[in-house]
């Protein structure tokens, strides 16, 4: 016991874990379904900016990005771009109008825009479809990071981190959800910043690295210790072959940046996080802020997969770093850097940033769906009328749910690529609610008929496109859909509303109210 006590990456986990824990107990007063939902609407705009980023910087940015530029060069950069685009155009478009409207749940807009059951209903079954391909990745990279660097089991890894999601999110609702999300961030940014810090001190700066790369002219194919028995570690079946959803294609390359930019105006986690401010105008500063920090995080994590490509084109790693890359692939290049640049103690400091992104992202998942059933479904369809303790026992018991429904996603997933199959739920959700959001703040014509159709069909545009392509033709086989199936959902909701023309005959109020010029402080 004294030997694990005395490892670092023991003293980070716990740690965290711990923080998460006091900060969880000290938010365990949710008497109202306002307070569990969306924190009694009382985050200002750095808390909830900072809750944004920790949200929205998922363990595929954490792990995922480093480990495309590491696999790709500059090729995987753009991947990170799209993000950034995504989150400008959230904060432009939809972040002011959305907390102006007020709500609990994304549901919950689909409803009053259209007061509409049905729409409601629909757009629960988009929220779960979304928020599935979001978890199991998340899920993924926590049974991963506890196999390699703590000798468990994948299966034990996704039990685990089902159960403290269960404890984390079910007790501490969106109050102890957003503190513990924003604290969560700023581990994670801590340990970007010491690893960028510790390549540049160690002589890793941009010419050094360059250099590095360019002028490289040998073979890592026999060279210890990247070969064993013959066998090409590094460029059989492992780290490069997982980012096979990226290719040099121009029109693969505009499918994914598509699916990933519009992806964030339709990921409900992330819009939910806006109904958690006092005002349309802090919901916009938090937008702004997590700007910011996701720009810089994904400035560090693309120089720092380069800096991991120049280190592994070197030469000189050890056989634990290697078998750490062979074996988690591209998602387990940001711990092999931090132990190469700073020892066991900045790998242990990664691995508790990387469980930090993993559950603040996975508790963003369960309150967004959680709210789904419980507030959209139970208490929206339910004969008796709900107290609010009734209510906020509803959405515990939907966390129980998900966890299970989640565990049995994460066991299907265990030889994915994280960055992959966020890329799927991205372009799930710019495929649905993307245009659902953008067409039910923008514009009026938009009908209860459009948004249901543009809901069901993108979804199974998308479904069809994930898991049938192969009996497509090979040209509109894509990886990431987003090229065939976004204009398929923006489409839809267009041409069914202009068939339709029955526009809500209170839409004009609808629109001033989420309009409104007079700001609140």
């Not at 060069?73 to 995504?86: C, E, N, V």
């Not at 390359?253 to 986690?269: D, Q, R």
């Not at 199936?485 to 041409?495: H, R």
Request: with cysteine; net charge positive.
């Amino acid at each position: 016991m004294t030997a694990w006590l005395s490892d670092p990456k023991y003293i980070f986990t716990i740690i965290l874990m711990g923080t998460i824990i006091f900060i969880t107990y000290l938010s365990k007063r949710n008497a109202t379904a306002s307070d569990f939902f969306v924190g009694g609407r009382s985050f200002g705009w750095f808390t909830n900016g900072s809750a944004i980023g920790g949200d929205y910087l998922s363990a595929a940015t954490f792990l995922g990005l480093a480990g495309l530029t590491f696999s790709l060069g500059y090729d995987g950069a753009f991947y990170t771009f799209s993000f950034s685009i995504g989150l400008t155009l959230l904060a432009i478009f939809v972040a002011g109008p959305l907390r102006r409207f007020g709500a609990f749940t994304v549901a919950d807009f689909v409803a009053y825009r259209f007061h509409s059951k049905r729409a409601r209903v629909v757009a629960v079954i988009v929220v779960l479809a979304i928020s599935g391909f979001y978890a199991a990745p998340q899920l993924l990279g926590a049974a991963q990071i506890l196999s390699m660097f703590f000798g468990t089991s994948y299966e034990f890894g996704i039990i685990f981190t089902c159960v403290t999601m269960t404890l984390y999110v079910g007790i501490g609702g969106m109050k102890g959800t957003t503190l513990n999300q924003a604290l969560e961030l700023w581990i994670r940014f801590g340990a970007f910043v010491l690893m960028v810090a510790a390549a540049i001190y160690g002589g890793l700066h941009y010419q050094q690295i360059l250099t590095a790369i360019t002028e490289f002219t040998g073979s890592i194919s026999g060279t210890a210790p990247y070969t064993e028995d013959g066998k090409d570690l590094m460029f059989d079946g492992s780290v490069w072959a997982s980012t096979g959803f990226l290719t040099p294609n121009f029109f693969h390359t505009v499918s994914l940046v598509i699916g990933l930019s519009l992806g964030t105006i339709g990921l409900p986690h992330i819009l939910l996080r806006f109904y958690t401010n006092p005002s349309a105008k802090s919901a916009r500063k938090s937008a702004l802020m997590a700007i910011g920090i996701a720009s810089v995080f994904f400035l560090f994590a693309v120089y720092l997969g380069v800096v991991g490509r120049a280190v592994f084109l070197q030469g000189g790693l050890s056989p634990e770093v290697i078998q750490n890359l062979v074996t988690g692939g591209d998602n387990m290049v940001v711990p092999s850097i931090a132990e190469v640049l700073g020892g066991k103690w900045m790998l242990g400091l990664v691995i508790a940033g990387a469980f930090a992104a993993i559950f603040s992202n996975l508790s963003g998942l369960f309150i967004a769906s959680s709210g789904a059933l419980a507030h959209d479904l139970y208490a929206q369809f339910t004969k008796k009328e709900l107290t609010q303790s009734q209510r906020v026992f509803a959405a515990k018991i939907a966390i129980l749910i998900l966890a299970l429904v989640y565990g049995a996603l994460g066991l299907l997933v265990k030889e994915a690529s994280i960055g992959h199959l966020v890329a799927l739920a991205f372009t799930v959700a710019a495929s649905t609610f993307a245009p659902i959001f953008l067409f039910g703040i923008w514009w009026r014509g938009m009908t209860e008929k459009g948004a249901i159709a543009g809901l069901i069909v993108g979804l199974a545009a998308s479904m069809f496109m994930i898991f049938f392509a192969s009996s497509l033709p090979e040209a509109l086989q894509f990886k990431v859909p987003g090229i065939i199936t976004v204009p398929i959902g923006f489409l839809t909701v267009y041409v069914v509303s202009k068939l339709d023309r029955q526009v809500p005959r209170d839409v004009n109020l609808f629109m001033q109210k989420v309009h409104a010029k007079h700001e609140e402080a």
